[in-house]
């Protein structure tokens, strides 16, 4: 199977292959994490969220018309299904009482200092701030077609983008300033 060509796999994933769409998913399954988890900002939500990515993907294979490459039509259902469960979570969090974390979450191993520090900056936005700069910045989507799918106007979209690109500078402002506090040269996060 792995001597055909994409569109060969393609066809075959659309008709039901099995081995096909196994195939189409260990090629694109890092590229739809990615993405996801961008979106999600938790490695446990972003893995719910590629999931839901993987299902609507394998329904909607029989609908792929090759007018777009596979990747870009993949990559756009797996933003939607995410902005999709991250509305869905949001609606049911307001709706329940919040519960005190009980476990922290430590740092990835092999993350650099910048990732931490970009990354927690990226926490500290509110939502639709963050979607905004991760499609726009990120992804590079339009703000028409971020409009599109979040359901607000490109102008909202840009204002979104211009607050969110502010709050991060000023998040990040002492970025490259040594901590001298604590008397070492590491770098505060």
Known sequence: MTDLSEAQIIRKACAGDGSAIRLLYERYAPRVYAVVRRIAADDDVAQDYA???WIRAIRALPTFRGDSRFSTWLHRIA???????????????????PMPDTLPV?????DTLLEKRLEAAM???????RQVLILHDVEGYTHEEIGEVMGVTSGTSKSQLFKARARMREF????????MESGAEAWSI
Request: hydrophobic share 30%; proline share 7%.
């Open 79 to 97: 933003v939607n299904a995410a902005l999709q469960a991250l509305r869905k979570s949001q609606t049911r969090t307001r709706r329940e009482a």
């Open 106 to 110: 430590g740092p990835r191993a092999g």
């Open 172 to 179: 990040l402002s002492d970025l490259g300033q040594p901590d």
């Open 123 to 129: 926490d500290r936005l509110p939502d639709g701030m």
């Open 51 to 53: 999931q839901e990515a």
